[in-house]
């Protein structure tokens, strides 16, 4: 195909003939499961083919009452299914709504499109902030682009005309006319990993433990399984030893574990795209949750970003000439960012300097400069890294307690000269002294971390309150790793941070066990919003933020933080309470089995008690406990804080079984009676612990509590032919005994856990 004129672009004739060549950038990437993969990861799951086969084992011994069981399996997956695609629906509108538009030259004009429009040979414009989306070479212009996001490598690249640009790397200075040269699949982003944006691997504590459980469960079911039947079947005949052996297995998979966590999620997706929240990660509302430290980018969260020039202090020539001067270098940079932007926007005079270099402003130098022919080189930026004079000095000291100060200086043969100070004022965001309350009541510990000076930033934390202020430091007098780390363990604001700075003062609070969340909106913010433990972006912001963080903010509104943790906070609170339901059963049916591996006796369950004490102890209040506002803060450890529930449980029932064991020896108890006995007992015990769990009881715990006291009784009364339950004289003489046996144990094993996990499990930092 021919050149194309990088100043005109392609017609809509060439646009139209390439996409029907196929030539168009469409997204290979997936944003979301599909329907498909929802379904089968639902539905084809170990716990499902496992309930499967113990169901058809039902079916063959003819019991099909006790096939109950699989009708609670098949309500779960439903449930399951309806809610993942739901919340697929939303994070994909979402997802849309968040994308930016990518400017393309076409009928030589400048026009925006989606990104999936985009076609060979198009001529892309790129400026400060943009992402990279289809691999293309450089027609007009120089920048500097960042490929961490792909390569790894931290540090800026400088490009020139015919260098080519990478999908997946982000322009980080200076502004670009590009020609695309790959689209879709043959992207190079694409290539290596099927979408043009870092994934964070997902650290989930809640994950973890579940995997651990059901790794467990795998290991143990099966050998556990086949000795158990063979027990059963020397004592009872086939169809009863099935039954037995169904009934413990039943008792050992948590069927309903990893439903109840996938369930929550995605409802804390929906509550969240509410307050116009994006999830791009689920798991990442859980990190959040357990934030103790939250570092800010000050422009855009703190302030509004908007900027304005306040004034001008001249120092030398005229008003007139700096006038020009900054018009002249807005003109001749590529790429407005927001402090050029308001400087454009300020001084628009006309000007005939011929631009003969430039170098672009960027976030680790700290300034731009402009050489214009027969009128000399021009610098725009910090004063720190550009002039020493203390004279100087001392007037931009007194101008940084209320404004951002820039410095213009000309250079003339290496003698730099200041020729004005230019005052930058940003407006505080009406809702960011609230949020930073919020903030300092929970006891997350928040801290700014921000390019402009140490006083002007300094300045804005008092005016909104944060406690500390006055600890911050100059990163630009830092020099070595020792001072860097030193800072990190006193400071609370950071200021002159260059982008490599901000992810070493991440790591460094990670290394002394925070968990630290940031949130930014610019290119200096990618690289410590990727190291952070939850990163959240402003949509406001640049393409190359949002793509790295885990949440955005689609409204830009710091002010949606509190909500995001307070949702973290009631999803992990509620598994957590609910999990402990769903591992009673599972921690004392595992010893069960196995202690009735060494019992000449009958397992004293079979499917459908389990049944009936599952729905009432576990299955229907681990929902609706999941699903209720809870904004209590996160303590300990997951797993510890679900065993230290569950196990005193588990043990109480295991305890009881026990019991119930030796009485039907030594009173020669009919196995119908033993049975019945274990299923009360059971059931008794894990209302206990429903009632534990629900304390302090509002008007919802109070109501499910005795709503399922009720239930359990109506089952053992009203429906105990149903549910194979006898009651006889033994029976009514001997449960008060067994119910006072099982609350004492609860009490005993519960002071003894609180004990253990008090003083002797050490705290540790959870991520």
């Given at each position: 195909m021919n050149e194309i004129d990088y100043k005109k672009g392609l017609t809509d004739e060439e646009v139209n003939f390439r996409k029907e060549q196929g030539l168009v950038n469409i997204d290979s990437s997936v944003k979301t499961k599909s329907i498909g993969r929802i379904l089968s990861s639902n539905i084809f799951t170990l716990f499902n083919f496992l309930n499967l086969i113990l169901g058809l084992s039902i079916i063959l011994v003819h019991s099909y009452k006790n096939l109950t069981f699989l009708g609670v399996v098949f309500c779960n997956t439903i449930i399951g299914i309806i809610q993942e695609i739901q919340a697929k629906k939303i994070i994909d509108r979402l997802s849309i709504l968040s994308e930016s538009k990518e400017k393309v030259i076409r009928n030589s004009k400048i026009i925006e499109v989606n990104k999936e429009d985009i076609v060979v040979d198009d001529i892309l414009y790129l400026e400060q902030g943009k992402q990279v989306v289809s691999d293309c070479i450089i027609k007009s212009g120089t920048c500097e682009v960042n490929e961490s996001l792909i390569t790894g490598e931290s540090d800026p690249i400088y490009k020139k005309k015919n260098d080519k640009l990478l999908s997946g790397s982000f322009v980080v200075s200076g502004g670009v006319y590009a020609s695309v040269i790959h689209v879709g699949k043959d992207n190079y982003a694409s290539i290596i990993s099927n979408e043009a944006k870092y994934i964070k691997k997902v650290n989930s504590e809640i994950l973890n433990s579940f995997n651990k459980i059901i790794k467990f469960i795998s290991i143990m079911i099966i050998p556990l399984g086949i000795l158990l039947f063979l027990k059963q079947l020397s004592l009872n005949p086939l169809e009863n030893s099935v039954v037995n052996t169904v009934a413990a297995l039943v008792g050992m998979i948590p069927e309903g574990l990893i439903l109840l966590t996938s369930t929550v999620m995605a409802v804390s997706v929906i509550r969240l795209s509410k307050y116009n929240v994006l999830v791009q990660e689920l798991y990442c509302i859980e990190t959040l949750a357990r934030v103790d430290t939250l570092c800010l980018d000050k422009t855009g969260t703190i302030t509004e970003g908007n900027l304005e020039v306040a004034d001008v202090i001249i120092k030398k020539t005229s008003l007139s000439n700096v006038e020009k001067i900054l018009s002249a270098m807005c003109k001749a940079s590529d790429s407005l960012n927001p402090t050029m932007k308001?400087?454009?926007?300020?001084?628009?005079?006309?000007?005939?300097?011929?631009?003969?270099?430039?170098?672009?402003?960027?976030?680790?130098?700290?300034?731009?400069?402009?050489?214009?022919?027969?009128?000399?080189?021009?610098?725009?930026?910090?004063?720190?890294?550009?002039?020493?004079?203390?004279?100087?000095?001392?007037?931009?000291?007194?101008?940084?307690?209320?404004?951002?100060?820039?410095?213009?200086?000309?250079?003339?043969?290496?003698?730099?000269?200041?020729?004005?100070?230019?005052?930058?004022?940003?407006?505080?965001?009406?809702?960011?002294?609230?949020?930073?309350?919020?903030?300092?009541?929970?006891?997350?510990?928040?801290?700014?971390?921000?390019?402009?000076?140490?006083?002007?930033?300094?300045?804005?934390?008092?005016?909104?309150?944060?406690?500390?202020?006055?600890?911050?430091?100059?990163?630009?007098?830092?020099?070595?790793?020792?001072?860097?780390?030193?800072?990190?363990?006193?400071?609370?604001?950071?200021?002159?941070?260059?982008?490599?700075?901000?992810?070493?003062?991440?790591?460094?609070?990670?290394?002394?066990?925070?968990?630290?969340?940031?949130?930014?909106?610019?290119?200096?913010?990618?690289?410590?919003?990727?190291?952070?433990?939850?990163?959240?972006?402003?949509?406001?912001?640049?393409?190359?933020?949002?793509?790295?963080?885990?949440?955005?903010?689609?409204?830009?509104?710091?002010?949606?933080?509190?909500?995001?943790?307070?949702?973290?906070?009631?999803?992990?609170?509620?598994?957590?309470?609910?999990?402990?339901?769903?591992?009673?059963?599972?921690?004392?049916?595992?010893?069960?089995?196995?202690?009735?591996?060494?019992?000449?006796?009958?397992?004293?369950?079979?499917?459908?008690?389990?049944?009936?004490?599952?729905?009432?102890?576990?299955?229907?209040?681990?929902?609706?406990?999941?699903?209720?506002?809870?904004?209590?803060?996160?303590?300990?450890?997951?797993?510890?804080?679900?065993?230290?529930?569950?196990?005193?449980?588990?043990?109480?029932?295991?305890?009881?079984?026990?019991?119930?064991?030796?009485?039907?020896?030594?009173?020669?108890?009919?196995?119908?009676?033993?049975?019945?006995?274990?299923?009360?007992?059971?059931?008794?015990?894990?209302?206990?612990?429903?009632?534990?769990?629900?304390?302090?009881?509002?008007?919802?715990?109070?109501?499910?509590?005795?709503?399922?006291?009720?239930?359990?009784?109506?089952?053992?009364?009203?429906?105990?032919?149903?549910?194979?339950?006898?009651?006889?004289?033994?029976?009514?003489?001997?449960?008060?005994?067994?119910?006072?046996?099982?609350?004492?144990?609860?009490?005993?094993?519960?002071?003894?856990?609180?004990?253990?996990?008090?003083?002797?499990?050490?705290?540790?930092?959870?991520?």
């Open positions: 308001a400087i454009s926007e300020k001084f628009a005079s006309d000007t005939n300097f011929i631009v003969e270099q430039t170098v672009p402003f960027s976030s680790s130098r700290k300034f731009s400069s402009v050489t214009f022919k027969d009128v000399g080189t021009f610098y725009l930026g910090a004063y720190e890294y550009l002039i020493d004079d203390e004279k100087i000095k001392k007037e931009i000291d007194k101008y940084s307690e209320e404004y951002r100060v820039l410095i213009l200086v000309q250079d003339i043969n290496g003698k730099k000269t200041t020729l004005a100070l230019i005052l930058i004022s940003d407006v505080i965001r009406s809702d960011a002294k609230e949020t930073l309350s919020y903030f300092k009541e929970q006891g997350v510990d928040v801290k700014i971390i921000s390019g402009d000076s140490e006083k002007t930033v300094r300045s804005i934390a008092k005016k909104v309150g944060l406690d500390n202020y006055d600890k911050s430091i100059d990163m630009s007098t830092v020099k070595t790793d020792k001072e860097l780390i030193e800072a990190v363990k006193t400071k609370t604001i950071f200021a002159r941070v260059t982008p490599i700075q901000k992810k070493k003062i991440i790591i460094e609070l990670k290394k002394i066990g925070k968990v630290v969340a940031m949130t930014g909106d610019g290119v200096n913010d990618v690289l410590a919003l990727r190291e952070s433990d939850c990163s959240v972006a402003l949509s406001s912001g640049s393409d190359a933020a949002r793509k790295v963080s885990q949440l955005v903010l689609l409204d830009s509104k710091f002010s949606s933080m509190p909500k995001i943790v307070n949702e973290g906070r009631r999803t992990i609170n509620n598994i957590e309470r609910s999990s402990s339901l769903f591992l009673v059963k599972t921690i004392y049916t595992t010893m069960l089995v196995i202690i009735f591996l060494f019992v000449n006796m009958s397992y004293p369950f079979i499917p459908i008690q389990i049944t009936l004490t599952s729905v009432v102890t576990i299955g229907i209040p681990s929902f609706i406990l999941a699903l209720e506002p809870n904004k209590e803060k996160i303590k300990g450890l997951f797993l510890i804080n679900v065993i230290r529930n569950s196990l005193p449980t588990a043990l109480t029932i295991v305890f009881n079984i026990v019991a119930i064991v030796i009485l039907s020896f030594v009173m020669k108890l009919d196995r119908t009676i033993t049975s019945s006995l274990a299923v009360v007992v059971t059931g008794f015990t894990g209302l206990m612990l429903l009632y534990k769990i629900s304390l302090p009881l509002n008007k919802l715990r109070f109501i499910l509590f005795y709503s399922m006291c009720l239930f359990f009784l109506i089952g053992i009364v009203g429906l105990r032919q149903f549910f194979s339950i006898y009651i006889s004289r033994h029976m009514i003489l001997i449960l008060p005994f067994l119910m006072i046996y099982a609350y004492i144990l609860f009490d005993i094993f519960t002071r003894i856990f609180d004990y253990i996990v008090r003083k002797k499990i050490p705290k540790k930092r959870i991520n």
